[in-house]
């Protein structure tokens, strides 16, 4: 009954299949190194100077381990100024095992017996006879046990695995609670001052010249403490500050949503939500390091290009009494990238 | 005879002209300390002499494309040859900025102005940038005083360029593409001038980053924070322009490939 996977007892048939096998074969043409007594030498000569050359580099990662400052830098045409541990450590340490594998390669293709061999194997399936004493075993220890003539066993064993995976669903349930609203909510509210991230500095309409940009956050953002959600509330509720001329403005999200040509966008690309302020002031176009969508903030933020679906949302922005910019209202859509429950594409 | 008589002339016009100019200026100067306590945007000072030279830069060098008195030309062609924007109230800084990075005189009408060696001596720019500034009221240059940076916050000018300029420059200040062929170009070879004066002027398609959105200590700590990467050693090998995924992966996928590849072709051949 073995079926160890190696070389038969070849009878005489297998002999002769190995004949008619070898036959088949392209006739063995000798390499250079088997027939050329200094080829052969040439060659071994190679694969030691390979060996001894890895020895090299091993020692020379040894002295360069201990004697190269670890700050030490030093310039290398191509490269710049670099580490010169660094640089040192990793090129001995990569030619040392480089050359033991180009040596070994180097010595199984030239000096290696590489003679062509058949071997015979057996067949992977087991013989008729094994195949048939395994039905009998399993017949006879099925009926040792019982199982079909004892049903309560059965059933219960039955009933027992079948529910023992259930507790893995059960599980899932720790994945909750559903976002709820969190998604649809962002720290801008009414009245909320615009402040310059991340100087929080709050920014009067004359602060923000025609062609210019500062990214900017809610005031209220750096009380909100990093327990309590601060990286997810910064990344909902960044957004930029643009100013054009107001005649420049072809359309907006909604009436009088900017403050004489200061325009107020969500930071968050709608597409999977990069943080996204390529603004090409000329243009009015906005793009997307990441994917390169492109929104033309002149034109209520409507994609132009790119794999974004929607609009980059717009935050409607006044003065308050002091003379600061502040927005009239929170975000009238959701910003950021889709999700399941925001209903539309 | 005729012709010493109309040289004098024009040269006697030049003097009446930059003396016009320089009370202009120095009123309008005047005039805009009055009303605002700290004019950020204020007309340069410069010598009558300087105006001069400056005014005769213009006329030679620039004033085929930006007119006659920097008016501007509107394009005769789709290419945007021989047009040019007007430099009334591009103020000194720009000007400084653009010819001092050899943005100006422009080659070629192409999709953006390439940085190369400047075409003029540092004085003739100055002479240009103070004559450009007496056409309108304009950003100004930094002082030597704003571009000191001793005291500078590394560490808080690292997080404004991580806000507000990664986005274009990249996060080693190398720069990277924007549509059309335009580029934000790399900051290892701007100067602490030429910084400033882009983020007060906003060339191209740069935004303007006004002193009252970054006041010139939050624009000294940016500065230093590029300062600090100029010099930053690097630790590893190649660093593949440090333009991020893109370039490394190109590199992986055709160099570190291929080098596979070869390898294991060189494995795999049959000896003869």
Redesign the interface.
Known sequence: MSHDNLPAQTSQDEQAAIAAATAALPAH?P???DVDPRAARRAERQIALMFLGSALMTVLFIVAFVVIPVDQ?VYIW??????AS??AL?VTFGLAILLIGTGA?HWS??LMN?KEEVQMRHSLASTPQDRESAIEAFDTYSADSGFAQRPVIRRSLITAMALFPIPMVVMLRDLGPLPGTVLRETLWQKGSRIV????E?P??P??????????AMPADLPEVQHEEGNLNARAKAAIIL?RMEPQEIVSQQGENWDYGGILAFSKICTHVGC?????????H?L?C?CHQS?FDLADSGNVV?GPAARRLPQLPITIDPEGFLVAVDGFAEPVGPSFWERGDA | MKKRSSRRRSLAAGVLMGGALLAVGSGYAVVSAETTPEPVVAIAEGSIEQLQVGRQLFLEGCSSCHGLSGQGIESVNATGGNGGPSLIGVGEAAVDFQVSTGRMPLAAPEAQAPRKDPLYTQEEIAALAAYVATLGPGPVNPTEEELNLEEANIA?GG??FR??CT??HNFAGSG?A??DG?Y?PSLMNATKEQIWQAMVT?P???????N????PE?KRNLIAYVESLKVE???????LGRLGPVTEGLFLWTAGLGFLIVAAI??G?K??
């Open positions: 043409r390499r250079r190194t830098n191509g490269f710049g100024t670099v580490n660094n640089i990793g390669i293709k030239k590489e310059i991230d991340p100087t500095r920014v009067r004359s602060d923000l010249p025609i062609g210019g940009l500062i990214s643009v943080p996204i302020a390529l603004y090409e002031q000329r243009s176009h793009l390091p492109t290009f | 808080e997080e404004i806000t507000n986005q274009c990277g924007l549509t335009q934000a906003g191209q398609q740069m935004p303007i980053f006004s009252e959105t970054l006041t939050d050693p690097n630790p590893g090998g190649l660093d060189w494995i051949a000896v003869r």
